[in-house]
């Protein structure tokens, strides 16, 4: 298997950092990857480690210590070097570096060769401890990615930057000595809150490819060990309060023996090297005696991810009352011992520091402003004494972070395994995409009928399941179904609501993965399914053997309804069959349009069209997804030129659910949606099935709704996209030659009168118009303020339906709230076209 390498600028063998490391690392281990660290003893000069060899570094069993090969023999690098560079930087002089560069990122390139590496995580990389190191690992990146062809495969994650962590050592904004982040095709970047994200933002503006990885809370996996306390010499009614943490002035454990003070029968417990900064260690030693406080320094513990027989942190928070975190105000990042607490279920204290609240709001526990009293007031002291002895109070704490906490791991683990998936088995043909929303009722019968294809072999395809914010077992249901399955099975999340935003996600997940593959000309199937639907024995056979007999972009199956569900009920029967039968004829033709409920797209054509498309529309005054992502994807693959071949004998079968519990909404033609907004209603069925047939006028009026929606779209749409269907015998033999001829001649007309020649005909000019005012109201009305006076004011207030768009998307819903005319919407907020 290939390697995982790990990098960390922290130069500590346990610290923050490394934490969220193991933690990250941990997941990609899990699938098969080896896990190496380089600690950063040879990058940062201030720690006293350059070159030192490991000896007694504490971590999980499954990762190995590691570091870059020869770079002891580069000549002149070494700590007085690194010191130099780092004074120019806090001088904002840019050194002169760049032998000392090649040399190292040649080293490290001839490393991850030596070790197989496939994937990079990179810790605290930006902040200019080590420019030089900085420069190289970007040159290595690059030199590395493109000799491998590798994708993006390095996570790129920042804990600290110049603004956050002792600002004066590292220059003066913006900071022209530090190494600029770079737009690479192999880097993705990471911020642990929307704060850190914004600010470095505000610095590097050009940056794409940056999201928020918050730290994640990982619960314990075993207990603590029963001899903890008596090793330490702590007795078993001694209440602990929990400090672990690098034992240095800026993280104020003097507040901890102040507070520990005035809460009898309680001792501290620092778990944190003492050697790092031994004079600090004194101090606390000679102010733990001068207050009396019980205090125990118990060294360097092992991570909570540690398996070994050392102690480890969890063994600290299995026997703790109270994890503390009272650091200095503005020396923090994201506060790692207050995420380890929640985790564990153990209640924390800490001070109000400079990024408390963009990271933990929300959470709950007695917070000391630092800013009004920097040691513990007799009223902090009595919430923490509280905390510890009310029971009641204590369970409602723990339950309330916890529940906080799971989320935040969650969206952790998802962004991770969305933009770093696990790599695809070597036979694997074909992926299989499956949007779930609370689907327990049925998803265990569509795996089966997934799994039960005849004349494929298991390892030749996989299952991308996307949840789509499930709330009941569906999820659970699939997991344990693959776990006796003979498929490979992959959970998604797709936060964003919507079919086809969950849809894209699996397509893309899956297209990212198979960009690996080593056969380049073996042709990758990307398939979509409906988590409702089950398909026959021969879907993936027949759809998989026409796509490759035709060499088509796109497949499309058969669907079918079971006729034992419509027994008693013949007119519906009779209307459902003739528009099936209109189906078949013109899918023969034309080779249709793909339907989500199954079909096939070869990979090269999906990501040639930039894949599916999602297009929003107005629904009771909310943007949401318009649910035609399928057909509008099918249109634009015919549109490039793609071909859609028709594959009749692949099937599913159609999920009744909407004709036995919302016939009404068929029969009236508003099954999905009224007034241009094409939306289906959620259907969860509770009551009995609809078993009556229906009358001789709603049978007509069905059909009359069903033929209406089919012909435009099966037999006029095709040949609007691709004229040259019209000169084919099979397509003028069902048209006739007359009708066939005129039928192309109006074609060309309507398509030559439907270009834009200028800015005059009012339904061209009035988008375009409604797009620039919205994007530049405000600059407008200031120009209008200043020439014509300022009565005129400001802008009016804008619809409420850009309430809830994210400020980086304004322009594009504008773009979908002036174009959506059908439900008239934009042209209402103008006036209509006229007020006086």
Known sequence: MPALWGVSFDATAMSGVVVEFLKTSRHFADQGYRVHLDLGYDIKADKGRFFQAYRHERVPEWVELDRVDGVGRIAGYGPEFVAATLESVRRDRIPDVERITGELAEAIVRTWEDRDVALVIVENGTLPENVTYTKALYRAIETYGAERDLGRYVLWRDHDLMWQSEPDKYGSFPYPATPPMVNSPHIHYFALHEEAKRRTLEWMPHLRNLDVLPNSFTAPTRPGRPDFRAHHGIAPDTKIIARFTRIIPQKRIDRDLHLVAQLPGTCLFVAGDTEENPAETGKLRALAEELQVPVVFGGVLAPCESTGPEFSV??????????????????????????????????????????????????????????????????????????????????????????????????????????????????????????????????????????????????????????????????????????????????????????????????????????????????????????????????????????????????????????????????????????????????????????????????????????????????????????????????????????????????????????????????????YGNDGIIVMRDIRPEAPPVTADLTEAEAVQAWEFSIKDFTPKNTILPVLLTPSFLDEDAVVAFFGEELASRLGARIAEIKAEMSVVDFVPIHSYKTPTYRLYLEFRDEIFARLRATVGEDIGFPPPLPECFDDVPEGRFAEFVKYYCEDRESGEAHNYFGNGGVF
């Open 314 to 671: 969890r063994d600290l928070l299995a026997h703790a009352e109270i994890v503390s975190f009272l650091t200095s105000y503005d020396y923090e990042s994201y506060g790692n011992p207050i995420a380890e607490a929640i985790a564990a279920g153990v209640p924390y204290i800490a001070s109000r520091y400079a990024l408390y609240d963009t990271v933990y709001a929300g959470f709950e526990a007695p917070v000391l402003d630092v800013l009004a009293h920097d040691l513990p007031t007799p009223e902090f002291a009595r919430q923490v004494h509280e905390l510890m002895t009310n029971a009641e109070r204590r369970a409602e704490v723990v339950a309330h972070n916890r529940k906080l906490g799971t989320h935040t791991r969650e969206v952790a683990d998802d962004l991770v395994s969305t933009l770093f998936p696990p790599p695809m088995g070597a036979d694997v043909r074909l992926s299989v995409v499956l949007p779930v929303y609370n689907e327990a009722a049925n998803i265990e019968e569509v795996l089966r009928s997934l799994e039960d294809q005849e004349d494929i072999e298991p390892s030749a395809y996989e299952i991308v399941l996307v949840d789509n914010n499930s709330t009941d077992d569906t999820v659970e249901i699939a997991r344990a179904f693959a776990e006796r399955s003979r498929f490979d099975l992959h959970v998604i999340s797709e936060r964003e609501q919507g079919v086809a935003c969950a849809r894209r996600a699996g397509m893309e997940f899956a297209v990212r993965r198979s960009r690996n593959r080593k056969d380049p000309g073996e042709r990758f199937y990307l398939m979509s399914a409906d988590a409702d639907c089950r398909v026959d024995r021969r879907w993936l056979t027949e759809l998989l053997a026409a796509m490759e007999k035709d060499k088509a972009a796109i497949g499309v199956c058969d669907y079918y309804y079971n006729a034992d569900h419509f027994v008693g009920r013949p007119r519906l029967w009779d209307a459902i069959q003739r528009t099936l039968r209109c189906r078949a004829v013109t899918f023969s033709l034309f080779g249709g349009f793909p339907d989500g409920k199954g079909f096939a797209v070869e990979r090269e054509a999906y990501e040639d069209v930039g894949g599916i498309e999602i297009f929003y529309q107005l629904h009771n005054g909310r943007f949401v997804n318009h649910l035609s992502d399928d057909w509008d994807f099918g249109i634009r693959v015919a549109g490039f030129g793609h071909s859609i071949t028709y594959a009749p004998r692949s099937k599913v079968e159609i999920n009744p659910r909407r004709v036995n519990h919302a016939i009404d909404e068929v029969v009236t033609g508003r099954a």
